[in-house]
């Protein structure tokens, strides 16, 4: 058996991954971020941890949930929650005895669950990892992005990380078909403005500038700003907005403090916000085209659409929302269907822009 550890030449990470020496691991907290490699062998294995050694494992509705993929087949050959602090396990076995390209995957969002990786090891040999052709996409997004409950039915009460899969996303259908590697910073409930809950604790336009902010601060340390630098991207899609409508709406307020006034001022302060991000985006990542996407329905799509017009730079796409006939995720959100369909639709606008 050959091991090798997190920092080795051998492993090619994907997405914002951040490293934490003090728990001997890189960490690939976001969705669809993760590690590649190739061997030459039979079987492979990973050293994963959740944090550090006093972490406590999260109950089994908020557990990570990994996808492993195998030579470049579409179908994951194996999905696992983390259900240990630190724990060797199987990503694949039993393969025909030569050359096999893995790649693995954080299936389930940033809020619910953590996933490192500390070691690799296979029963063979070590090869440089698979060339990247250097387009990738960035996709700025809520829970839909994330795949929230897109494994399950509408009757899905509750969210689980078992109903959650990144791989069955618009964002990673969408990079696949351009033939483009991904990097996302989205989170459920998450908006430009207030999440929807009307809080404005760990917003999408706060964590976009850090690695893994969330997670750093839960350990105590200061956290990275993320080097766009040295992290280019042919394409940034954003996708927010849905979850400031509550915060829009007044729906904090007791219903005999509402009132339209204060609605339209809520309104223009929301398309101020999303201006502001918008430009920040442009400003991090100059030349790259910008999209942001939403459905026809959106609430607030005027002034999400005001404010990317506002910046000059930032294109706009909107499409119709669920179908009857696609079946619906747990509460309400995309079902796989929706998802394969939006993927074509944003797939096919980025090609016009890159």
């Known amino acids: 058996m050959v091991t090798v550890n997190y920092d080795s030449n051998f492993i090619e990470y ?24 190739s061997f030459s062998g039979t079987s492979a294995f990973a050293e994963l941890v959740i944090g550090n050694e006093n972490e406590v494992v999260p109950n089994e509705n908020d557990r990570a949930y990994i996808g492993v993929f195998v030579d470049d087949n579409p179908y994951m050959t194996a999905r696992f929650p983390l259900c240990k602090n630190r724990e060797t396990y199987v990503l694949l076995e039993g393969l025909k005895c030569g050359v096999h390209t893995v790649k693995v995957v954080k299936e389930t969002e940033m809020w619910y669950g953590r996933a490192g990786l500390s070691k690799l090891s296979c029963d ?34 509750d969210f689980v990380t078992r109903e959650e899969s990144f791989s069955n996303t618009f964002a990673a259908m969408s990079a696949k078909m351009l033939g483009c590697s991904l990097s996302v910073v989205a989170a459920s409930g998450n908006g430009f403005f207030h999440d929807y809950g009307c809080s404005t604790v760990n917003l999408i336009p706060e964590l976009y500038e850090y690695g893994e902010k969330v997670f750093s601060s839960h350990l105590g340390l200061v956290p990275q700003k993320w080097d766009f630098e040295n992290d ?5 899609v954003i996708k927010l907005g849905n979850n400031d409508w509550q915060y829009c709406c007044l729906a904090d307020l007791p219903k005999e403090e509402r009132n339209e006034k204060l609605t339209s001022e809520r309104r223009k302060e929301f398309e101020e916000t999303a201006y502001k991000f918008f430009k920040r985006v442009g400003e991090l990542r100059p030349e790259t085209p910008i999209l942001f996407i939403c459905e026809d329905d959106t609430a607030l799509k005027r002034e999400c659409f005001s404010a990317a017009k506002r910046t000059g730079f930032v294109e706009t796409l909107s499409f119709p929302s669920k179908r009857e006939y696609e079946g619906v995720g747990a509460n309400g959100h995309y079902s796989p269907c929706t998802h394969a369909r939006v993927a074509k639709i944003v797939a096919e606008k980025l090609r016009e822009m890159i």
């Open 14 to 37: 994907n997405g914002r991954t951040v490293v934490f020496e003090n728990i001997d691991a890189r960490f690939f907290n976001w969705s669809g971020s993760g590690f590649e490699f």
């Open 124 to 157: 063979g040999e070590f090869l440089p990892p698979p060339e990247d052709n250097g387009k990738k996409i960035e996709f700025i997004g809520d829970s839909i992005t994330c795949g929230y409950g897109n494994l399950c039915s509408n009757a899905s009460p």
């Open 232 to 236: 280019k991207c042919s394409a940034v």
